[in-house]
């Protein structure tokens, strides 16, 4: 699926640990996620960025894709 936003709760099956795809590896990192919260660290830095999920839910392993449009905005 896509979304503008990370999602906060996996649509499938309710979990709260969405993990970041960096690198198009699965990582979860709090500092990082109070950064992407406020807004202020864009996941477009990634070479991965549309291309690759941008999110993966580590219980059921759902992927979550940006919205391309968004990327190039904020470019
Ligand atoms: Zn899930």
Not at 37 to 55: H, L, Q, V
Request: contains cysteine.
């Amino acid at each position: 699926m896509k979304s503008k936003n990370k999602p906060s709760v996996c649509p499938w099956c309710g979990s709260h640990r969405i993990a970041i795809v960096l690198g198009g590896m699965p990582v979860y990192i709090p500092e990082l996620e109070k950064e992407l919260a406020d807004g202020e660290k864009p996941i477009a830095d990634s070479p991965s960025a549309g291309n690759e999920p941008s999110w993966q839910c580590t219980e059921c392993g759902a992927q979550f894709y940006r919205d391309l449009h968004l990327v190039k905005n904020r470019n």
